[in-house]
């Protein structure tokens, strides 16, 4: 049975300037201001909210520099499987909540929460919606360009995750623990003035089931944005960010707030840009140390 589909019927138009300044950073200066991106949506998944991996104060971060008119959390941004295991709930877990509830009350920004696999337990409540918080599981975008986007989290392309979840919840042990490993592994990595190193990035790009695993993923969703009568779509699932043109079809996955710590972001002219969150936040930091208050290039 095809599952209800909520589509955004009434794309705004562009015309708000894309920057204006706020009144204080996270971490307060004696002099400039910090600014704010104003978008028309930004797209986030995978936060996974109740491990101990998840970059709870780096989303925060993240959504402090936003004024966007709103907001959609495409799936796992509450790992109920972690907590189910025993997942420890952070204050910066609750953080995140706060915010995104504070972008809806002080912002007016549209909040859509689509479920994902680690959040399934909200499956038996779908839809269901409250002021301008919606909970869904898919969601049809229409963009200024005139463009309609599939957004779905992409779980139920993952034949592991709807047939056999015993394996998926054992692989997603299993991946705590790479992360785990990665971490401290990381933590002396620092401590030799070396970067960042992903173990499971690594592990990704050289398994070649896992690279095929993402291509043929990829195909299928795009696959599905053609019968839904759609020229893009959204999805996150498998933590890998991309953005591409394939055909006469835009695939655009948010990666994750994990590892990738990356986000879409729907600009006022009806662009689609796959931000970084270290590049994100680095064009900022250089503005407000300019005292620049333009758009951050």
Request: charged share 25%; proline share 3%; with cysteine.
């Amino acid at each position: 049975m095809e599952s209800e589909i909520v589509t955004d019927i009434n794309p705004p138009e562009v015309n708000e300037v894309a920057l204006v300044p706020i009144l204080q950073s996270k971490r307060p200066r004696s002099h400039g201001k910090r600014t704010k991106l104003s978008c028309l949506t930004v797209f986030l998944s995978d936060i996974h909210l109740g491990t101990a991996e998840s970059k709870a104060d780096e989303v925060v971060e993240f959504l402090k520099h936003i004024r966007c008119r709103k907001l959609v959390l495409n799936g796992d941004i509450i790992d109920g499987w972690a907590l189910r295991r025993g997942g420890r709930w952070r204050s910066s877990h609750s953080r995140v909540i706060r915010k995104l509830l504070k972008m809806t009350e002080n912002d007016g920004a549209e909040l859509i929460y689509l479920r994902g696999n680690h959040d399934d337990i909200l499956e038996r409540l779908l839809p269901l919606a409250f002021g301008r918080l919606q909970f869904l599981k898919e969601y049809i975008h229409l963009s200024p360009t005139g463009k309609r986007y599939l957004v779905v989290h992409g779980d139920g392309f993952d034949s592991v995750s709807t047939n056999h979840k015993w394996i998926a919840s054992l692989g997603s042990v299993g991946y705590d623990f790479l992360l785990q490993v990665n971490r401290y592994y990381n933590i002396w990595r620092a401590w030799r003035g070396k970067e960042y190193f992903s173990i499971s990035k690594l592990v990704k790009a050289k398994v070649k089931s896992a690279v095929a695993f993402v291509d043929h993923y990829e195909e299928l969703l795009q696959d599905l944005a053609r019968h839904k009568q759609c020229q893009g779509i959204i999805c996150g699932h498998i933590h890998t960010p991309e953005d591409k043109q394939i055909g006469n079809i835009h695939y655009l996955n948010s990666g994750d707030w994990v590892e990738s710590l990356t986000a879409i972001i729907e600009h006022l002219d009806g662009r689609m840009e796959l931000v970084n969150y270290g590049e994100f936040i680095a064009r900022f930091q250089q503005q407000d140390e300019n005292g620049s208050s333009g758009d951050p290039k």
